[in-house]
């Protein structure tokens, strides 16, 4: 029965942190986007600096009509939200914040290739939502999501198998323990590799040409209405979160720190998640959108090179200290 | 080797399966219906997804028998990958919504009587190779990473290094023939 008690405790516990992260970084985002851009962003809703201004969104798209088209394919036009968002969730569980047995949702033994693997299989909701809408724009999204997906995934896992290889282990929690702070120079260009190829993973900007608003209207979710498209916006929240985590985890050292790692471990991996959330924001700002050619070339002629070299060093190095 | 093999038959009836044997042939009948509606449908995405559910079941399989990373790098090579390929094709011709019904290259006989041959072959060597073999879920994981790639690398390194060569060979090969002519060259 305890055991029970204690996977159901973890469960919601994840589950509770899967539903609040993302809107904060949601609220984050309207904050820090407004003041870098000279305004001061949602001011009003809930009193103090506009904080209830997210909850407000929830509650309008939950009272609009949720349209299906007629020409669309019904089931799969209605199963893409879900299918775009769980993925997410499911990583989270695997995801340590802190360095006792207790700070992460479920030990997974090959963690890397679990959060790799599951995060790819959240892509597959804006295939699906991009065909089923019956809709070009739609499809032109769809297309774009596909292509961008076979640049970055090869970057993404080489980036990945690189700390591995320092580690000597796939589980994250046992990538941690093994963690040591001169990785961090080490594995810098790795780092690097990963982010950027995450960033176009989730399509945020400099990579969200597949939703590109401004030139095919949004996208695969061009169609989408009320809680659906909301559950999309989730998403995309909800993968900054796992992004950024997942990078703190993997090459930030998670909870390590330079002091109090052993009571306040998991601050300092909210902090640093908290820290690359900012800079995710910061670049939707700062940099303008590239084309589906220029992501291309960039994969391929620099991240893919890049993570080559940076497994060379990390094998040179490990043989070297060994 | 006879005895161990009568004693596994004799400590695991087939008449008191444990829910893990139950969950197992579960999982098997859903993936095995997905792969019929995935050769069946007259719809090409629909075939694409049930192909993700098909596959998706394998990978739970795979969990089932302990094997943790083949699963993940399953779900992660197939589904994440080779799908995604497929759907991205499928949206270049356009797929339509709803049946195709000129979708049919009329070699269904031919098609049937390679996956029936195909399937009593592999089901043939696996029951051959394997009997009555249990594994053990109270012991040592047999699937994890480590021993998966312990036995990899010390028993079977050679057919890896062959495959990986063969991959290259693929991919260079793949890489020629997409490489345009020039307008003069013939």
Redesign the interface.
């Given at each position: 029965m305890n055991d029970v008690l204690d996977v159901a405790l973890r469960l919601l516990v994840v589950f509770a942190v899967f539903l609040v992260l993302p809107l904060v970084i949601g609220q984050t985002e309207h904050k820090v986007m407004a003041h870098m851009q000279g305004r001061l962003g949602p001011m009003y809703a809930g009193g103090f600096h506009g904080w209830a201004q997210l909850v407000a969104d929830g509650v309008k798209f939950a009272q609009k009509e949720d349209v299906v088209p007629k020409d669309a394919d019904r089931r799969v036009f209605q199963l893409a939200p879900a299918v775009a968002l769980l993925p997410y969730l499911l990583v989270l569980v695997a995801i340590p914040i802190g360095p006792s047995e207790g700070a992460v949702g479920q030990v997974v033994d090959a963690g890397i290739f679990f959060v790799l693997a599951v995060m790819g299989v959240g892509v597959l909701g804006s295939l699906m939502a991009g065909w089923a809408s019956a809709n070009k724009f739609s499809l032109l999204g769809g297309l774009r999501t596909a292509a961008q997906l076979l640049a970055y995934e090869l970057p993404m896992l080489l980036a990945a198998a690189s700390v591995a290889m320092a580690a000597g282990t796939v589980s994250l929690p046992g990538i941690l323990n093994a963690f040591e702070w001169w990785w961090l120079p080490w594995q810098i260009v790795g780092a690097l590799v990963f982010f950027v190829a995450g960033l176009a993973e989730l399509q945020r900007p400099p990579f969200d040409m597949p939703v590109a608003d401004s030139e095919i209207i949004f996208g695969a979710y061009t169609e989408y209405t009320g809680l659906r498209f909301a559950l999309f916006l989730l998403a995309e929240y909800a993968g900054i979160v796992v992004l950024c985590g997942l990078t703190t985890v993997l090459f930030l050292g998670g909870w390590h720190g330079p002091f109090g790692a052993d009571g306040l471990g998991w601050v300092w991996t909210l902090l640093k998640t908290a820290v690359l959330a900012f800079v995710v924001i910061w670049l939707r700002v700062s940099y303008p959108r590239l084309r589906e050619d220029q992501l291309q070339k960039l994969a391929w002629t620099t991240l893919v090179p890049l993570a080559l070299a940076q497994i060379a060093l990390t094998g040179i190095v490990k043989v070297a200290i060994q | 080797m006879i005895l161990a093999a009568q004693a596994a038959a004799e400590a695991h009836g087939f008449l008191s399966p444990t829910g893990v044997e139950i969950a197992f042939l579960l999982v098997g009948l859903v993936t095995l219906g997905a792969a019929l509606v995935t050769v069946t449908t007259r719809q090409l995405?629909?075939a694409a997804?049930w192909l993700?559910v098909a596959l998706g079941g394998l990978a739970v399989e795979y969990l089932l028998l302990t094997a943790?990373?083949i699963a993940?790098?399953q779900?992660?090579i197939y589904?994440?990958?080779v799908?995604?390929?497929l759907?991205?094709g499928?949206?270049?011709t356009?797929?339509p919504?709803?049946r195709s019904p000129d979708a049919d290259s009329g070699n269904r006989p031919a098609a049937v009587a390679v996956a029936v041959a195909a399937a009593a072959a592999l089901v043939w060597v696996v029951v051959d190779a394997f009997r009555t073999t249990w594994i053990d879920l109270d012991g040592a994981?047999q699937g994890?990473?480590k021993v998966t790639g312990e036995f990899l690398f010390r028993h079977w390194v050679l057919p890896f290094e062959a495959l990986s060569v063969l991959l290259l060979a693929a991919l260079v090969g793949a890489i020629v023939l997409s490489r345009k002519k020039k307008e003069g060259e013939r």
């Open positions: - | 995405v629909h997804l993700v943790e990373f993940w790098v779900v992660l589904v994440g990958s799908v995604v390929l759907l991205f499928l949206m270049l356009k797929a919504i709803g994981v994890s990473t």
